[in-house]
């Protein structure tokens, strides 16, 4: 019996919609990146993008166990002396709640050419509504 590898013109991309409310954000990552790279799929094929289009809604609806919310540190760095910048996760749920999800998502995926193609169809909404209602994702059933 023979390996099968998904070629390029075989993959039916389909678009599914994630609603991340009252779910933990570490889980709901390991479903987002699954989804992303196609591994919920028999016809996965590590070298290729055979992965879905994937929604996020309520973005900012979404929980972290434990103390996360005070102790969970988010960084970034401006590339000059002196220039990091450390938020906590209840200032990044403030200000900008689809960064959450994002940065949980992109540390489930694999850092090179494929993994950012891949990552790029991802889309994230704080609140319930999204312009992708013509494209008729699927909602996945997610279990808390």
Known sequence: MKTYLAKVGEIKREYLLFDASEMPVGRLAVRIANALRGKDKPTYTPH??????????N???AVFTGHKEERKIYSDYTGYSSGLKTY???????AHPERLIKDAVWGMMPHGRLGRAQFAK?????GA????TAQ????VNLEK
């Open 122 to 126: 991802l889309k994230v909404y704080a």
């Open 59 to 61: 973005a900012e609806k």
């Open 48 to 57: 290729i993008d055979t992965g879905a289009f994937v929604i996020v809604i």
């Open 129 to 132: 509504e999204h312009p992708h």
């Open 136 to 139: 008729q994702p699927v909602k």
């Open 88 to 94: 906590t996760a209840a200032e990044v749920r403030a």
